[in-house]
C-alpha cells in the first residue's frame, strides 16, 4: 500500500477581522416580569441584564449569520470567493439538515468553501475558532469563516422564571487567515457528562419511536449548578489557558467570557486578579445571553467602543449545556 503523503507545513494564524447582527428589537426586564412574575430589578441583580434582543420573523438564522458574515468579510477585505471553510457554531437550527453553514455559504457566494455546523452550545463559537485556527495553521484552508448564531427564542420557555429571562438572539463572525506572528493560542476544552441534566432541553423531539411529546421542547436550567460547576471549572481553565499561550493575566488587553450571567463574570474576574487594565466584556447587559452568538458580539462591542485595543491580548472562554467549557488567547482583530 502506497503511503499517504502530506507535505502541509505548519504556520501562524490569527483572527482579521468581526462582524455582528443585533436584532433590532430590544427587550426590557419589564416585559420578562410580565409574562413571568419576576421583579424586573430581581433580573438585573441575578443576571446583570437591563434588556435583551429578539429576532423577528424575517431575521431568520440563516439570515443573522450571513448578515454578520458579510459586515467580517468587508471588514477583512476578503471575498467570499477565497474562503476554503466556513463553520457555524449554533444549538438553534430547526433543521436537522442541511447544516446552515451550507445555507450562509451559499448565501455569501462561498461556492469552493467546506461547510459545516458545530454543537457545542455557548462553548460552540471558542470550539470552531480553534478548528478554523488549525486549519490555517496547516495550509487546509486559507481563510476560514466562524460563525457564532442562535435565535434562542425559538427554543425558550417564555413563561418558565429559571430561563425565559437570560435568553437571547443574535449573530457575530470573525475571518480567520495566516499571520506572520501566533495570533491563536492553543485550545483548551473539557466535556463533563456527569453534568449534563444541569443545562439540557426538556425532551427529544421524539422518543425514538417517532412519538413526539406533547409540548414541544424548551431549554431548562438549574441555574444553581451551571454557576457552581463554572465557578469551580473555569478558573483552572483560564490559567491553562493563558499558560499555554504563555501569557500572563496582567498582559490582557480584554476579557471576553460567554456572556452567561454577571455573576460568572465577575468571580472569574475576581480569581484571575484582573486589574482595570483589562477591559472586560459585559455586553450582556443589553444583549442577554446569546449562546454561540455572544462572544463576537461581546468583542465587537469591546473593539467599536474603543475599550479594547485591535490587535491586544484577549482571552475569550466559553462554557454551556454538556457541561463543556473551550477558550484561548488570541490577538483582537
Not at 484552508?141 to 429571562?165: C, K, N, P, W
Not at 456572556?259 to 472569574?268: E, F, K, P, R
Not at 459585559?282 to 449562546?291: A, E, F
Request: proline share 5%; aromatic share 4%.
Amino acid at each position: 500500500m502506497t503511503a499517504i503523503q502530506d507535505t502541509q507545513v505548519l504556520r501562524h494564524s490569527r483572527i482579521l477581522s468581526v462582524g455582528v447582527h443585533r436584532p433590532q428589537r430590544s427587550v426590557p426586564n419589564s416585559e420578562i416580569a410580565e409574562r413571568t412574575g419576576l421583579d424586573p430589578d430581581w433580573i438585573e441583580r441575578r443576571s446583570g441584564i437591563r434588556s435583551r434582543r429578539y429576532a423577528a420573523p424575517e431575521e431568520t438564522l440563516p439570515a443573522m449569520a450571513t448578515a454578520a458574515a458579510e459586515k467580517a468579510l468587508a471588514a477583512a477585505g476578503i471575498g467570499a470567493d477565497q474562503l476554503g471553510t466556513v463553520v457555524v457554531a449554533t444549538i438553534t437550527s430547526m433543521e436537522q439538515m442541511p447544516a446552515v453553514a451550507v445555507e450562509v455559504a451559499h448565501r455569501l457566494g462561498a461556492a469552493r468553501a467546506a461547510a459545516f455546523d458545530v454543537s457545542a452550545a455557548c462553548a460552540g463559537f471558542c470550539h470552531a475558532v480553534a478548528l478554523a485556527s488549525d486549519l490555517v495553521r496547516l495550509g487546509r484552508s486559507e481563510y476560514v469563516l466562524v460563525i457564532g448564531a442562535e435565535r434562542m427564542t425559538d427554543i425558550l420557555d417564555h413563561q418558565d422564571r429559571d430561563t425565559a429571562f437570560l435568553f437571547a438572539d443574535g449573530a457575530g463572525a470573525v475571518v480567520l487567515g495566516p499571520s506572520d506572528e501566533p495570533g491563536v493560542g492553543p485550545v483548551v476544552w473539557r466535556a463533563d457528562g456527569t453534568r449534563n441534566a444541569a443545562l439540557k432541553m426538556t425532551a427529544p423531539w421524539h422518543d425514538g419511536t417517532g412519538r413526539r411529546p406533547d409540548d414541544r421542547p424548551a431549554i431548562t436550567m438549574s441555574g444553581w449548578k451551571v454557576y457552581r460547576w463554572a465557578t469551580e471549572e473555569l478558573v483552572p481553565a483560564a490559567h491553562r489557558m493563558l499558560e499555554l499561550a504563555g501569557v500572563t493575566a496582567d498582559q490582557l488587553d480584554a476579557f471576553i467570557p460567554h456572556q452567561a450571567n454577571m455573576l460568572i463574570t465577575d468571580h472569574v474576574v475576581g480569581e484571575l486578579g484582573l486589574t482595570e487594565r483589562t477591559a472586560v466584556a459585559r455586553d450582556i447587559v443589553t444583549s442577554g445571553n446569546s449562546s454561540a452568538a455572544s462572544i463576537p458580539l461581546a468583542m465587537e462591542e469591546l473593539l467599536s467602543s474603543g475599550r479594547a485595543p485591535s490587535g491586544g491580548l484577549a482571552l475569550l472562554i466559553g462554557f454551556g449545556a454538556g457541561l463543556v467549557y473551550a477558550g484561548q488567547v488570541v490577538r483582537l482583530p
